[in-house]
Structure formats: C-alpha cells, structure tokens
C-alpha cells in the first residue's frame, strides 16, 4: 500500500507517521513547502518525492490535509497531476472545510475521473497525542478506514460526501469558539488589570493554554471559522458569529503569541505571560 500525503505540515506529517508505522510506504512532495515541512516530514520517516506528479502516480491513496482555505486549490492541482500522469488514485479530503466546499471540490475531481472520500479530523496529531479520531464519508470511505492506521480512530458515516466535514464544522464551532471567547476575555481581563480575578471565577472554563496553543493556529483558524460560517449560512443559520470569530482569530493571528509553531508552543505559559504576548 502507497499513501499520498499532501500537505505534509503539523498533521499531515503526523498522520503520514502513523501509516507509516502500520506497515504503509507514505510519499509526499516538499515543492512549494517551507523548511519546517521538510523537518516535519523527515521526522514522519515520509519518503519525499520531486514533484506532485510523482506523488499522484505513486500512490494509491492521497491524504489532503491543508489549510482550509487551500483545499480547492490543492484538488486543483491534484486533479491536474493525475490527469498528466493518467493515474487515478482515491483523494481523502481531511480539511475542516464546510460541505458546500466539499461539493466544489468533489466536483474538480470528478471531471478527471478521481473519487473523493470526505474526511474531518478530531483531535491532535497522533504524533502529539494518540487517539485522534478521522470522520469519513462518501460512498469510498470504508477503503480509507480500513488504510493501516496506528494511533488513529477512523470512523465511517453513512451516507454521500459531505457528513464528515459537517461533524467538524459542528465540533469545531464549539470547540474554537469557545477558546476565541476565553482568548478574547483574557485580552479584556488584562487590559483591565483584573486578569487574576477573572480567571480564578472562570475555573476550568478559562485555560491559558488552550489559547497559547490556538495562537499558534489562529492564521489557520481564521479560515477555518469562515468554512464555519458558509456551513450555518447553509444550515440557513446567521453566519455573523462565526465571521466575528474569523475577525477574532485575524486579530490573535497579529500578536506575538502566534509565531511559535504548533509543535512548538508551550501550554504551561503563564497566564499573565499569554496575555502579554497577546498585546498589540
């Protein structure tokens, strides 16, 4: 069995890992990828090859996991590699993406003759923490559970492509809008100076660290939040919520706490240390 990863960053790589060590060959390509790929995928054991191409004629299977807001253009891509290369291999599409987008981007793989299989991620990396759930969906979506995972929980939804993606979209709203509230709290509490006290009242609904670590991510959640909001608008639910959190994240996106890397970033900061480095 060969896998594709694309997008080999802080989950791609991490998943790559963990086929890896099920038994799986997983390739990857690092053209158009930053140094800190290059050292995520080295650290996966992913064997790196030259081009997408190469990738595409390669595997059997094709992992995406990007930014949400390139997940159109990464199928793009894909679409066209296959069709140079006359491959077709299964595409998994595993960005927290909204159901409309999963449709778009269903329907750029369809006109080369590639399937898709939709997939949402719960959960951190299996090379952070195992346990990491996988939502799949679409009639193929039983090929890319029964892929050789390790440390990974893939679980099957009935039904057409669209359902994992709307699993996500739902946790995820509660999940990173509830840290984009605490985060946004915190910023207040401080510039108030009643950063203590705020925190003591909040207890356990408060944690510093799980704003550090969305810091972190907040460039990428932007994105995320406004596949959130497409999502409700079709629901036929407001979108303002989720568009004011993207402005949220935008904002966290700016300040010093967001230039660690995911991997990197330390969920033991003091709190009066996250808030400072939250500052503009």
Same mark, same amino acid.
């Given at each position: 069995?060969?896998?594709?990863?694309?997008?080999?960053?802080?989950?791609?790589?991490?998943?790559?890992?963990?086929?890896?060590?099920?038994?799986?060959?997983?390739?990857?390509?690092?053209?158009?990828?930053?140094?800190?790929?290059?050292?995520?995928?080295?650290?996966?054991?992913?064997?790196?090859?030259?081009?997408?191409?190469?990738?595409?004629?390669?595997?059997? %299977?094709?992992?995406?996991?990007?930014?949400? /807001?390139?997940?159109?253009?990464? #199928?793009?891509?894909? $679409? @066209? &590699? +296959?069709?140079?290369?006359?491959?077709?291999?299964?595409?998994?599409?595993?960005?927290?993406?909204?159901?409309?987008?999963?449709?778009?981007?269903?329907?750029?793989?369809?006109?080369?003759?590639?399937?898709?299989?939709?997939?949402?991620?719960?959960?951190?990396?299996?090379?952070?923490?195992?346990?990491?759930?996988?939502?799949?969906?679409?009639?193929?979506?039983?090929?890319?559970?029964?892929?050789?995972?390790?440390?990974?929980?893939?679980?099957?939804?009935?039904?057409?492509?669209?359902?994992?993606?709307?699993?996500?979209?739902?946790?995820?709203?509660?999940?990173?809008?509830?840290?984009?509230?605490?985060?946004?709290?915190?910023?207040?509490?401080?510039?108030?100076?009643?950063?203590?006290? %705020?925190?003591?009242?909040?207890?356990?609904? /408060?944690?510093?660290?799980?704003? #550090?670590?969305?810091? $972190? @991510? &907040? +460039?990428?959640?932007?994105?995320?939040?406004?596949?959130?909001?497409?999502?409700?608008?079709?629901?036929?639910?407001?979108?303002?919520?989720?568009?004011?959190?993207?402005?949220?994240?935008?904002?966290?996106?700016?300040?010093?706490?967001?230039?660690?890397?995911?991997?990197?970033?330390?969920?033991?900061?003091?709190?009066?240390?996250?808030?400072?480095?939250?500052?503009?």
């Amino acid at each position: 069995m060969v896998i594709g990863i694309v997008g080999p960053g802080f989950m791609g790589a991490g998943l790559g890992g963990a086929l890896r060590a099920g038994g799986a060959r997983v390739v990857t390509t690092l053209q158009g990828r930053s140094a800190r790929s290059r050292r995520l995928a080295e650290a996966g054991g992913l064997e790196v090859l030259d081009t997408l191409d190469e990738v595409c004629a390669t595997a059997e %299977v094709i992992l995406v996991v990007t930014p949400p /807001g390139a997940a159109t253009s990464a #199928a793009e891509q894909i $679409a @066209k &590699a +296959a069709d140079r290369t006359k491959s077709r291999p299964l595409v998994a599409d595993l960005n927290a993406i909204a159901p409309t987008t999963v449709a778009g981007i269903e329907a750029v793989l369809a006109r080369v003759g590639l399937d898709l299989v939709d997939g949402a991620i719960s959960g951190p990396p299996p090379s952070a923490r195992p346990g990491a759930r996988v939502y799949l969906s679409g009639p193929r979506a039983a090929e890319v559970a029964d892929l050789p995972w390790r440390d990974v929980r893939p679980i099957v939804l009935p039904g057409p492509t669209g359902r994992a993606s709307a699993v996500k979209m739902c946790t995820a709203s509660v999940y990173k809008g509830t840290t984009a509230i605490v985060a946004q709290a915190m910023r207040a509490a401080d510039h108030f100076d009643v950063l203590d006290v %705020v925190l003591e009242d909040l207890g356990d609904e /408060g944690d510093p660290g799980a704003v #550090a670590a969305a810091a $972190a @991510k &907040a +460039a990428r959640f932007v994105q995320e939040m406004r596949e959130i909001a497409s999502a409700q608008r079709a629901a036929g639910l407001t979108p303002a919520l989720f568009e004011a959190f993207a402005d949220v994240y935008e904002d966290i996106a700016a300040t010093d706490l967001a230039g660690s890397d995911p991997e990197n970033t330390r969920r033991d900061l003091p709190a009066s240390e996250v808030a400072r480095r939250l500052r503009k």
